[in-house]
Structure formats: structure tokens, C-alpha cells
């Protein structure tokens, strides 16, 4: 009897592009939340603080103020849409690429997005939701989880790239093969300025990583010719 064993070439592409979630294909879900109730405060995001525990906890500090749970921000979600070209351009890049969304938003929040976009991978939070709605804390899928991600993938031999607009998307793209800001505020920017920026169209970030691939195809067949 013959065994057939399919073994996949080491030199074989094995492609991942990790993308960031609010900013880069829905909007800011907090932001619309502070519109929306009419509380400038909770339009601090990850844009503007570097700390995500003590985003967290103001967050919540500030619900608890004004009694407002997982029902209220849930309304004002599901009105919501992702920003105009995205689901074209995750489309597309599904279509050449592995794609995983790597995102500190949380799985209660993200679903009637996530449907609008074709239910793609993604991988984030939750929260700790009391019977009666109140949001009494947050669970981590594990510290720095962008970046830990990101290194398991590449030990699994994916070439990864990555694209994000905050300051924790930061260690993402640091840990990626190639790490990109899209639409990135200008004080991250400036933080960061060993990625590259793409300032606004999908287009130009298709490009940048499809560049982004060749570039590291090339480097690598490179190195073996030494």
C-alpha cells in the first residue's frame, strides 16, 4: 500500500498580514460612544495614550460615573459601519494573504462589525459584564498580545506583516518582518518614525504591503546566496 506525504517547501510562500481594528477598518468605537452619550472623555483612545490598563480603568471609572453598561455602548455600536473601502480592501487582501486582525477591542463590542466585514479572524478581549449590564472589568487574551502574536507566527515560519494606527500597534509592527502606520496620528508618528506612514487611501497601504513582501522575499533569498 503507498503512503502520499504532502510536504509543504520550506521555500514556499507562507504570507500573514496582521492588521489593527479600530482606525484602520471601523471607526474609533469609543469615540462614537462619546458622541453619541455626549462624555468628551471617553474620546481618549489608544491614538492618545500609551497606557492601555489606564485607558481601561478611566474608561470604566467614567461609565461608572454616569451609570452607563455594555447595553448603552452595544446601541451605539451597532449603528456603526466600517470606514469606506474597507471590507474592499480586506477583501482583496484575503484574496493573496493570510489575514488576522490583532486588536485590543473586545469580542462583546466587535461582532456587528465584524459581520459587516465577512467575519474575519480576529483575535482581542473581553469584558467582565455584570446580569444587570454594568461593565465591572476586562480580560486580557495575554499581555502585549499584538506583539506575542506577531513572534508565535513567525516561529510558525509566516513572513508577517503588519499594519496599525496606535500606540499599541507599536510593538506589532516592531515585532513583524515589516511594520506600517496607517492614518497614524501625528504625535505617534513622530514617536515612532522607523515605520513607514501611509497617510490615508487602502490603495496605498495594498501597495505598501505587497512591497513590504517583496522586499522581505528579496532579503531573505539574499541572505541564503551568501
Known amino acids: 500500500m503507498l503512503e502520499f506525504v504532502y510536504c509543504i517547501p520550506l521555500e514556499a510562500k507562507m504570507e500573514l498580514v496582521c492588521l489593527d481594528l479600530e482606525g484602520v477598518l471601523i471607526p474609533e ?3 462614537a460612544f462619546a458622541e453619541a452619550v455626549g462624555i468628551p472623555e471617553l474620546k481618549r ?21 454616569h451609570g452607563l453598561g455594555l447595553r448603552e455602548i452595544e446601541r451605539v455600536v451597532a449603528t456603526l459601519e466600517p470606514l469606506p473601502g474597507a471590507k474592499t480592501f480586506l477583501d482583496g487582501l484575503r484574496e493573496r494573504y493570510q489575514v488576522i486582525i490583532l486588536s485590543d477591542t473586545f469580542q462583546e463590542l466587535a461582532r456587528p462589525l465584524m459581520r459587516q466585514l465577512g467575519w474575519p479572524t480576529l483575535f482581542c478581549h473581553n469584558l467582565v459584564v455584570a446580569p444587570d449590564g454594568t461593565i465591572t472589568g476586562y480580560r486580557l487574551r495575554m499581555k502585549d498580545q499584538k506583539r506575542e502574536a506577531v513572534k508565535r507566527f513567525k516561529e510558525l515560519n509566516f513572513r508577517v506583516v503588519a499594519a496599525g494606527d496606535s500606540y499599541n500597534d507599536t ?22 518614525p522607523q515605520f ?11 501597495a505598501a504591503i505587497d512591497d513590504a513582501f517583496a522586499r522581505i522575499a528579496q532579503e531573505r533569498q539574499e541572505a541564503a546566496a551568501r
Open 29 to 31: 468605537m469609543w469615540v
Open 45 to 65: 483612545t489608544t491614538r492618545n495614550e500609551p497606557d492601555y490598563d489606564r485607558l481601561m480603568r478611566f474608561r470604566l471609572e467614567i461609565l461608572k460615573q
Open 171 to 192: 510593538t506589532m509592527l516592531a515585532e513583524a518582518d515589516a511594520g506600517i502606520l496607517f492614518r497614524a496620528p501625528q504625535v505617534v508618528v513622530e514617536a515612532f
Open 196 to 206: 513607514p506612514l501611509v497617510p490615508e487611501a487602502y490603495s496605498e497601504l495594498r
